[in-house]
Nanobody, 115 residues
């Protein structure tokens, strides 16, 4: 059973930075892609950033140029470096991993950006 453990959320002021981490209890060879989603109150969960097993990345337009997704295959961990945070980035951020068998969600970590 795959477990995803998220960390790094918190409260920051606008313009600040946070780094989210998500460690997966699955081998890197089994992972097709890892991603970060977020969900603000009253809104649907949306894709923020994704990285494939080949290392290609894609980002939501709203975070492009500010957020960077990366992986550490040895640690089976995906990161989301968030710079230039804006109040509209406030949401619960969820890690997602796609394996050859299924996809899995982390527990979510709150990111709050104050004005």
């Amino acid at each position: 059973q795959v477990q995803l453990v998220e960390s790094g959320g918190g409260l920051v002021q606008a313009g600040g930075s946070l780094r989210l981490s998500c460690a997966a209890s699955v081998s890197s060879s089994s992972i097709n892609a890892m991603a970060w989603y977020r969900q603000a109150p009253g809104k649907q969960r949306e894709l923020v950033a994704r990285i494939t097993s080949g290392g290609s990345t894609n980002y939501a337009d709203s975070v492009k140029g500010r957020f960077t997704i990366s992986r550490d295959n040895a640690l089976n961990t995906v990161y989301l470096q968030m710079n230039g945070l804006k109040p509209e980035d406030t949401a619960v951020y969820y890690c997602n991993v796609l394996t050859t068998w299924n996809f899995y969600w982390g527990q979510g970590t709150q990111v709050t950006v104050s004005s």
